[in-house]
């Protein structure tokens, strides 16, 4: 066992013990070593390096490595925590941990807030919840005149920003998600728990528009 490991290793770029990122997630060991098989097909699905590339990405979710989306693009780059262009088997496991049913709340609406926060500023302006939004509506085949985008923009920004300074912080994002819970449920997918049987999940959600969600 120790052999296969130490050769497993050797083999891919930022490999990590199933040990290790189980201590570390809410994954058990067998669930890890399950994740490895996925990660190993994604990896070398046009490039076989052992490392999981945008365009990998991207064909994972929509079956076509030319097809850009926002959130496939930010979602990429969340879990790409070493911010080098590729996403190890080390991060794969702990950014899909947040996705687990067990994870944390506040680790599923700090990922979410990195998700809005397309700049990277630390906040979410109102250009940025803008952007978010059409790309909502776009992945749910909704079509919507500027002016009822700009209203949605209008009240989702004035309720979130609490302090009126004109960007959300993390804990005005937090008070915000908690008045609308339903803004994270894609935070949560509950076939994480069989990951035996786990395809690559859909993290691009066509129903997170609801009512009073934006």
């Known amino acids: 066992m120790g052999c296969a490991s130490s050769k497993r290793s ?9 040990t290790v990122l189980a201590a570390e997630t809410p994954f058990t060991v067998s669930e890890v070593e399950a994740l490895y098989e996925l990660f190993k097909k994604l990896s070398n699905s ?20 030319n097809q850009r989306n926002l959130f496939a693009d930010r979602i990429f780059d969340i879990f790409d925590i070493k911010r080098n262009g590729v ?22 609406i700090a990922f979410a807030f ?6 990277q500023t630390g906040f979410i302006e109102r250009e940025e919840l803008k952007e978010m939004v059409l790309a909502l509506l776009h992945e749910s085949d909704l079509v919507l ?7 949605i923009v209008d009240k989702t920004f004035s309720e979130a920003d609490t302090q009126g300074d004109g960007k959300i912080d993390p ?6 998600v908690s008045k609308y819970p339903s803004l ?8 994480l728990k069989d990951i035996n049987t786990l395809a690559f999940p859909s993290f691009v959600g066509r129903s997170q528009i609801e009512d009073s969600e934006i």
């Open 87 to 108: 996403i190890e088997f080390g991060e794969f496991v702990r950014s899909l941990g947040v996705f687990h049913p067990n994870a944390p709340m506040d680790d599923k």
């Open 184 to 191: 994270i449920k894609n935070m949560t997918l509950p076939y």
């Open 145 to 151: 005149s500027e002016e009822d985008v700009e209203s």
């Open 171 to 176: 804990e005005e994002w937090k008070g915000f």
């Open 114 to 119: 990195r998700l809005y926060d397309l700049r």
């Open 10 to 18: 050797k083999q891919v770029p930022g490999y990590e013990k199933p």
């Open 46 to 65: 046009i490039i076989a390096d052992g490392l999981i590339h945008k365009e990998e990405f991207q064909l994972a979710l929509f079956k076509n490595r």
